[in-house]
């Protein structure tokens, strides 16, 4: 590719063109966030969980992955609901940018055929460990040339900082916009491998603390060792 290729910008790559009636209809629960009569990204809790884990996993190297999951429609229009990612485990990690190989969107159509036969990659997400959340000439021609549907995203983490971003087709360009979280249930917090089980209404034991403390006591001994020391020599004269 020569320097100087400019992605064609094709304007009617935008989600206000998603027709709603294509997809079924499914009502959201459990939103954190709210849910606005345009477009809107929806992650499932556990797919950002996965995510974060992925990426804290790799703190100097890029590392990517695919969303999936599917279009549906509410009363207010169409949003993207990602429910599962797949790990891109053998991208190459060329300095700071992240490729899929050949091998890696095998593996990739593999996991999707046995474990999501009835869901969509929707998309795909990649860390900047310490450099900030924005979309890079590498990753625009990823987004160009991979993921060119106009409801399929682009999510980046930067697991130093924490910060994270969607990007969505508007008007033929990648735009950085809000998601919305949908909350797990308890059962699929449970589920994950690092739960906590916290009692309900635990109560904090606060450690008592030691009224005599060893330096306490070894002050105390030495004063009555220098004391006895004084009376001896007081009762010698
Ligand atoms: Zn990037």
């Known amino acids: 590719?020569?320097?100087?290729?400019?992605?064609?910008?094709?304007?009617s790559l935008d989600v206000a063109n998603i027709?709603?009636?294509e997809f079924p209809h499914r009502?959201?629960?459990?939103?954190?966030?709210?849910?606005?009569?345009?477009?809107q990204v929806v992650f499932k809790q556990a797919v950002l969980h996965e995510i974060h884990s992925h990426g804290k996993s790799s703190p100097e190297?890029?590392?990517?992955?695919?969303?999936?999951?599917?279009?549906?429609?509410?009363?207010?229009?169409?949003y993207l609901y990602v429910n599962h990612s797949i790990r891109g485990d053998s991208a190459e990690n060329r300095a700071a940018q992240v490729t899929f190989k050949a091998e890696t969107w095998t593996h990739i159509q593999n996991v999707m055929e046995r474990?999501?036969?009835?869901?969509?990659?929707v998309g795909w997400y990649?860390?900047?460990?310490?450099?900030?959340?924005?979309?890079?000439?590498?990753?625009?021609?990823?987004?160009?040339?991979?993921f060119n549907l106009p409801w399929q995203v682009a999510f980046v983490y930067d697991p130093t900082s924490?910060?994270?971003?969607?990007?969505?087709?508007?008007?033929?360009?990648?735009?950085r916009e809000p998601v919305l979280i949908q909350e797990d249930t308890i059962e699929e917090q449970?589920?994950?491998p690092d739960y906590e089980w916290k009692a309900p209404n635990e109560t904090v034991v606060v450690p008592q603390k030691d009224p005599y403390s060893s330096a306490a006591i070894w002050t105390l001994a030495i004063l009555a060792f220098l004391a006895s020391f004084l009376i001896a020599m007081i009762f010698i004269r």
């Open 1 to 11: 590719m020569s320097e100087n290729t400019t992605p064609t910008r094709d304007p």
């Open 19 to 21: 027709d709603a009636a």
């Open 27 to 39: 009502k959201l629960e459990r939103l954190a966030g709210t849910r606005e009569s345009r477009f």
């Open 61 to 78: 190297a890029e590392i990517c992955g695919v969303l999936v999951g599917n279009v549906f429609r509410d009363n207010e229009g169409p």
């Open 115 to 121: 474990d999501f036969p009835d869901e969509k990659i």
């Open 126 to 146: 990649h860390t900047h460990p310490g450099f900030g959340i924005f979309l890079s000439g590498m990753d625009l021609f990823i987004q160009d040339n991979f």
């Open 162 to 175: 924490g910060e994270e971003g969607a990007f969505v087709w508007r008007a033929g360009s990648s735009e």
């Open 190 to 192: 449970q589920a994950r």
